[in-house]
């Protein structure tokens, strides 16, 4: 049974081998994946400028620090927007306000805004009233700092002409001082006596 066996396997193996090789199989063409379509990036929506108002809720006080802060890199081009807008209401009354308490301002500009302000603050929503406060209390300090400034550089000029006269004054003093001075040695010099032909004083 064994040698039965071992003959069947060698002529399984035999007859493998004669039997025509296959053809050699070329690989499949490989198809080229469709390129995944790029995940568009949506760009978040830009945030729609909140007009400036005379309300109190979040999104206009938002606007009125960001024009405050945009402002001051082009006050002359803010001035020159709002001098050419022929709607007068109560949102340009108080950028015209914001704008004047620049401190590029004259002094006494800044000083009769400052009283407008006050009335305005007066009128305006409480949140709105305190967020335009501050613009109110740093020119208010503005204003003193530059009065003091005003009233020390004018005490400074009437000290600098005191000192000036003092000068001119103490230098006459020494002028007389010196003259006393020589009348006072011409006096103690001894006298010379004179004496006559025969030698006689």
Same mark, same amino acid.
């Given at each position: 049974?064994?040698?039965?066996?071992?003959?069947?396997?060698?002529?399984?193996?035999?007859?493998?081998?004669?039997?025509?090789?296959?053809?050699? =199989?070329? !690989?499949?063409?490989? $198809?080229?994946?469709?390129?995944?379509?790029?995940?568009?990036?949506?760009?978040?929506?830009?945030?729609?400028?909140?007009?400036?108002?005379?309300?109190?809720?979040?999104?206009?006080?938002?606007?009125? @620090?960001?024009?405050?802060?945009?402002?001051?890199?082009?006050?002359?081009?803010?001035?020159?927007?709002?001098?050419?807008?022929?709607?007068?209401?109560?949102?340009?009354?108080?950028?015209?306000?914001? #704008?004047? #308490?620049?401190?590029?301002?004259?002094?006494?500009?800044?000083?009769? @805004?400052?009283? $407008?302000?006050?009335?305005?603050?007066?009128?305006?929503?409480? !949140?709105?009233?305190?967020? #335009?406060?501050?613009?109110?209390?740093?020119?208010?300090?503005?204003?003193?700092?530059?009065?003091?400034?005003?009233?020390?550089?004018? #005490?400074?000029?009437?000290?600098?002409?005191?000192?000036?006269?003092? %000068?001119? =004054?103490?230098?006459?003093? %020494? /002028? /007389?001082?010196?003259?006393?001075?020589?009348?006072?040695?011409?006096?103690?010099?001894?006298?010379? @006596?004179?004496?006559?032909?025969?030698?006689? !004083?």
């Amino acid at each position: 049974m064994k040698t039965r066996l071992i003959l069947a396997s060698l002529l399984l193996l035999t007859g493998c081998q004669l039997l025509p090789a296959p053809a050699p =199989t070329q !690989p499949a063409p490989v $198809q080229p994946l469709e390129a995944e379509p790029e995940a568009v990036a949506l760009s978040e929506p830009e945030p729609v400028a909140t007009p400036l108002a005379i309300r109190d809720d979040a999104a206009t006080l938002q606007a009125w @620090v960001n024009y405050r802060a945009g402002m001051l890199n082009r006050i002359n081009e803010e001035r020159e927007l709002l001098n050419a807008d022929t709607a007068q209401d109560d949102v340009w009354q108080l950028k015209r306000t914001i #704008l004047q #308490l620049h401190p590029d301002t004259p002094y006494l500009s800044r000083l009769r @805004v400052q009283m $407008q302000l006050a009335e305005q603050l007066a009128t305006l929503p409480a !949140p709105l009233a305190a967020l #335009l406060s501050w613009d109110l209390a740093f020119n208010q300090k503005l204003l003193e700092a530059e009065s003091a400034v005003s009233a020390l550089t004018r #005490l400074n000029a009437q000290q600098h002409d005191n000192i000036d006269r003092l %000068q001119k =004054t103490n230098k006459e003093l %020494q /002028k /007389k001082i010196d003259a006393l001075t020589q009348i006072e040695a011409q006096l103690n010099q001894p006298a010379v @006596v004179q004496e006559d032909n025969n030698g006689q !004083p």
